[in-house]
């Protein structure tokens, strides 16, 4: 079970617009760490998308954006397309485990 | 560019030990104040973040796998490492290494993933 928590699956049509949350807790994003957020499509390395809750690196699209709220952080997609079909992990630091990075369980994003 | 590769035996056997290498090319691993990380992806589950090195050679752990693994850093090779002790299958997996730039940032550059099957 991970420490934080993301819906296993997401779908949506091309076009369309989805969300993903990822719910933590007062000892990880609730204190204020950073969420970040990756793309994972099959046989590649995790790609950083979001970082900082809201800061999109160079060369990803503005149709990818995170917010956060609280003890919890949310990734958007907007004018879904078919390769966005792909995994999504949320990442944040936990100040109860040692020093310890932690991960979202991952969302499946389906394109219809 | 910083690039990262991981590097070690595809196949291991249960109760023996599975040792990793990462190679970083186009940058020095000892400038920048980087943390140098090992990330594994099980199959059918999730990312995991396994621990942390920094150039000092200071390290983190996560608390599930501290019994069993070490991460050292080679700064004459370019290298960082990891061991894990007294593998089972559920240590079958793709390893991944990862740069960060402080202990709560995000990961910027990853290698390509090295997979490791426990098995005998």
């Known amino acids: 079970q991970s420490v934080l928590t993301q819906p296993p699956s997401v779908s949506g049509a091309p076009g369309q617009r989805v969300t993903i949350s990822c719910t933590g807790s007062?000892?990880?994003?609730?204190?204020?760490?950073?969420v970040h957020w990756y793309q994972q499509l099959p046989g590649t390395a995790p790609k950083l998308l979001i970082y900082g809750n809201n800061n999109r690196p160079s060369g990803v699209p503005d149709r990818f954006s995170g917010s956060k709220s609280g003890t919890s952080a949310s990734l958007a997609i907007t004018g879904l397309q078919a390769d966005d079909e792909a995994d999504y992990y949320c990442q944040s630091y936990d100040n109860s485990l040692s020093g310890s990075v932690v991960f979202g369980g991952g969302t499946k994003l389906t394109v219809l | 560019q910083v690039q990262l590769q991981e590097s070690g035996p595809g196949l291991v056997k249960p109760s023996q030990n599975l040792s990793l290498t990462c190679t970083v090319s186009?940058?020095?691993?000892?400038?920048?104040?980087?943390?140098w990380n090992w990330i594994r992806r099980p199959a059918g589950k999730g990312l995991e973040w396994i621990g942390r090195?920094?150039?000092?050679?200071?390290?983190n752990y996560n608390p599930s796998l501290k019994s069993r693994v070490t991460i050292s850093v080679d700064t004459s090779k370019n290298q960082f490492s990891l061991k894990v002790t007294s593998v089972s299958a559920a240590d079958t997996a793709v390893y991944y290494c990862?740069?960060?730039?402080?202990?709560?940032?995000?990961?910027?550059?990853w290698g390509q993933g090295s997979l490791v099957t426990v098995s005998s």
């Open positions: 007062s000892s990880n994003i609730g204190t204020g760490y950073d």
């Open positions: 090195i920094y150039t000092s050679g200071s390290t």
């Open positions: 186009g940058g020095s691993i000892s400038s920048g104040g980087y943390f």
């Open positions: 990862a740069r960060g730039r402080s202990i709560a940032a995000h990961f910027d550059h």
